[in-house]
């Protein structure tokens, strides 16, 4: 299938797309609690808005883990490849909130996961590149970033150890 987030030119194509996006990043996403007004409007331009249709993929297991996706609204499928070809067994259901795929930020091996869009989805994306441009223009700002999405993997963790432990 297409991959529906190639080519990240020209995520925002009108002139208010910064201004959204500032006010989504302030308003919707706990990953994002470490940054001050101004620290938001420093960090927006590396980032860009998409959105994408119910049933597409944003990225397949084995891709190039080259940027990293913020929920803002709709829901995201996580699935992994098992040991029986072509079977995968869905890992987690992100929503509004969500950072996934941040490994994307201190690995470069190919993505473990696909990530399906269940319901059309807004995401805001942060490449690779744009990330390594923010941590060496601004790296107080990129160690909040760091931050939230430790804050966020954590909180899915914590989650993930509570579901098990109310099989047992």
């Excluded at 803002?72 to 259901?93: A, C, D, L, M």
Aim: charged fraction near 25%; glycine fraction near 6%; hydrophobic fraction near 40%.
């Amino acid at each position: 299938m297409k991959n529906p987030l190639q080519p990240f030119e020209n995520a925002c194509l009108d002139e208010n797309c910064s201004e959204r996006l500032c006010q989504k990043l302030k308003q919707e996403l706990s990953v994002f609690s470490f940054f001050s007004e101004s620290d938001i409007d420093d960090v927006s331009p590396y980032f860009n808005c998409r959105k994408v249709k119910a049933g597409d993929n944003i990225w397949v297991a084995g891709e190039s883990c080259n940027y990293i996706a913020f929920i803002v609204s709709g829901r995201v499928q996580i699935k992994v490849n098992t040991e029986f070809p072509g079977k995968q067994v869905v890992v987690g259901v992100f929503s509004r909130g969500a950072a996934t795929g941040v490994s994307c930020a201190v690995t470069r091996q190919p993505r473990n996961s696909t990530a399906r869009v269940m319901e059309d989805a807004g995401l805001i994306l942060l490449t690779r590149e744009n990330f390594e441009k923010l941590i060496e223009i601004f790296p107080s700002l990129g160690v909040k970033l760091l931050q939230g999405m430790l804050l966020s993997e954590t909180t899915r963790l914590n989650k993930a150890y509570a579901r098990l432990a109310s099989i047992f």
